[in-house]
């Protein structure tokens, strides 16, 4: 099971471009009581510290795939931090598949203590989660193990699929307006990686 996130905006709403965003807002990334989108009120300041695109204005969309390719969960959540997002990826794989994944492996954004703690006592053999900062020799020695180091260069896949989801099924921008808009839009993204999946199985 990977988890992996992805920023999805409406199409009549703003979006940043190079370092422009915090500069306009005073370094301000807080959208409580700023109209970011006259077109779409639910739009968020979002800080990806992607150095191509550090600042984004849109929803954040979490996206969880199996192997084979298929998107097992698409979302649209609340909020602009990943960490919370571990958890409910392991839950939601346990409601869809009965069982915990033998591997959950996500983004060095996904980490926090107790969410792979949390993860580990949901039954999952494996986290591979990065862990960001300061590492202990043994947090380090951990990262350093082949099971670790496999699982993630497989969680580097999921940014592929996010890739293939924005760019050719149209998740990147929504085309439809409002909340429910930038959901329709997801789980669209979602069907049609899973037929083309599916039908070149």
Known sequence: MSST?????????RRSSGKRGPASLGGDTRSEGKIISIFEPSAQILRRGKPYRPTEFGRLVRVQDAEGGLVTDIEVVDGKNDSPTLVPSVKRHLSVFGKPPQLAAADRGDYSNAGVGTAAELGVRRVVVPKPGH?????????????????RAWRTGGEARISR?????????????GARGIERTAYWAGISNNLVAIATA
Request: charged share 35%; glycine share 8%; hydrophobic share 25%.
């Open 5 to 13: 996130s992805s920023a999805t905006s409406s199409s009549s709403g």
């Open 165 to 177: 989801l924005e760019n050719t099924f149209g998740m990147r921008r929504a085309r439809y307006r």
């Open 135 to 151: 590492k202990s020799k043994q947090r380090t020695a951990l990262e350093r193990e082949r099971w670790f180091q496999r699982g």
